[in-house]
């Protein structure tokens, strides 16, 4: 049973910066959970603390059903991946996947056994006899989770593994990685500062800001219903459009307004809406780029939430078209499909999705369900 649970973690390190604050977590045996937020939120710490590198200054941490807080590092029954993969360049790939094992004195039949094993999941057996600097950065890649897979651990602690790979190779060992998970049904913690990363790779992920847990939920559930703004505005690319304005109340109706913009919310959310106390007050409404349509039959089916607006910069995407547009001094970005002609200057109406808008608190940005 690999089950990794963080009770009341904290970290603060010597100089009294807190880098975790009371992170809580319970990873379920052969779960893929993706620790994702910008640079120092503390996604390294706290896999630090997992794998023992980096003592738990207070709260429980529970891989199986041991408390390990005081367990060296090599009886926690996990391996580590790394993002610079650090292979031995003297010794092959055999002996580097097999060193690990030889360092604990295991019979060699049985590390024979283990790294022809590993090395056939990961498909690099014709690799076996090769020096490191003889192979591609992916199959480098490959051969650092080899040496982490022989060792058969309970839990593998992936830190940004894929950081050091062009963008191509990334995507493709985003999949191997995915498949290498099926097949060996363990427990992988996965840290990346990359959105896509997390999205594409979590079971579940959690989003991390300043040492706190913002939202920990499956990436389709952060996607469609983030808890907040950093969450809204950290998921998903191009980023969610904020537009600031405030709630009306008027003839029973409920609308969104500010300079230009009056969008006339959809009546299925005015209970929460009153309910959370933002009716008359300041708000931010969030819709994605792909919520916003220039299409006649959205224009069509959502005539309350048309913004006019002009085209200054189209990005070409291939199949699809990011137009950045000035909507009466609000920027906004739009995904659309290539098929529209599209030129700085083409004036536009944009429908918006309202099925799909998010409204938050402005002061405290939380959002409203
Ligand atoms: P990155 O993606 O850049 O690695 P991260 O989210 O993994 O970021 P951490 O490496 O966990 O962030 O760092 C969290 C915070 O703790 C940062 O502000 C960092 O400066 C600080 N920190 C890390 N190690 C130490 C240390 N040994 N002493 C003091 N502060 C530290």
Known sequence: MARVQLQHVWKKYSNDFVAVKDFNLDIQDKEFVVFVGPSG???????????????????????????????????????MVFQNYALYPHMTVYQNMAFGLKLRKMPKAEIDQRVRAAAKILDIEHLLDRKPKALSGGQRQRVALGRAIVREPAVFLMDEPLSNLDAKLRVQMRAEIRKLHQRIQTTVIYVTHDQTEAMTMGDRIVVMRDGVIQQEATPQEVYNHPKNMFVAGFIGS?????????????????????????IRLPEGRYAALRQAGVVGRPVVLGVRPEDLHSDELTLETYPDAVVNARVEVVEHMGSELYLHVDASGQPLVARVSARHEMHPGTPLRLAMDLNKIHIFNQETEEAVP
């Open 41 to 79: 939120c503390g996604k390294t710490t706290t896999l630090r603390m997992i794998a023992g590198l980096e003592d738990i200054t207070s709260g429980d941490l529970y891989i199986g059903d041991r408390r390990v807080n005081d367990v060296a590092p090599k009886d926690r029954d996990i391996a």
């Open 238 to 262: 191009p980023a969610m459009n904020f537009i600031r304005g405030e709630l009306a109340e008027e003839g029973g109706s409920i609308y969104f307004r500010t300079a230009g913009i009056s």
